[in-house]
């Protein structure tokens, strides 16, 4: 397909920048669809206000089609969250989105950087791995589902240089 019809049917070119208070609706919106316990408004709101709280939205057009968010202390930072909407899943937009986030941390200051998946979260493991994470440990049950299913958690960790 020529490069404008695409950019027409998929939306326009994804775009990473940094998330600001007014995109707290969309990206609420974003994580119910994607997390058994959505974050609300008023969450997103407070990470954003918060300097220690890095929030980057992947926007196409005007709609936020994904987030990354990480806390930083001193020169560690976790990854609290990441998602890609449903419709734009399985593109590798995560990727840049995850590397870029990264090179922020790094530029203020981060060396470390620690994160908890989903041991059977085949497309988000496979996204820390390719972006240089490795398994640091292992929770077992550490994730209730709402069904009463226990699942175990991965520790992650990736040092920035
Ligand atoms: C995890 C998530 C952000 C990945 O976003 P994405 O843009 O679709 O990611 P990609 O298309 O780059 O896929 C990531 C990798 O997983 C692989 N993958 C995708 N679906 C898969 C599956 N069902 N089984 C195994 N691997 C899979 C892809 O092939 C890709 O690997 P590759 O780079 O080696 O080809 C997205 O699936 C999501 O938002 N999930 C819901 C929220 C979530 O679970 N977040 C992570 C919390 S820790």
Do not use: C
Request: aromatic share 6%.
């Amino acid at each position: 397909m020529i490069a404008w019809l695409s950019e027409l049917w998929t939306g326009g070119t994804a775009v990473i920048e940094p998330a600001s208070l007014r995109d707290a609706p969309g990206l609420a919106e974003l994580h119910g669809a994607s997390f058994h316990r959505g974050w609300g408004e008023a969450e997103f709101e407070t990470m954003l206000s918060e300097r220690n709280t890095l929030v980057h939205r992947l926007r196409m057009g005007r709609k936020t089609i994904g987030f990354a968010v990480s806390r930083m202390a001193a020169d560690e930072a976790e990854i609290l969250s990441i998602a890609v909407a449903a419709s734009h899943r399985g593109r590798g937009l995560s990727r840049d989105l995850l590397l870029t986030h990264l090179g922020h941390l790094a530029g203020r200051g981060v060396s470390k950087v620690f994160l908890e998946v989903e041991e059977n979260n085949q497309p988000a493991r496979r996204l820390y791995e390719r972006a240089g994470f490795t398994v640091s440990g292992r929770r077992e049950r550490y994730y209730q589902q709402p069904g009463g299913e226990q699942l175990n958690a991965l520790l992650m960790r990736r040092d920035l240089s």
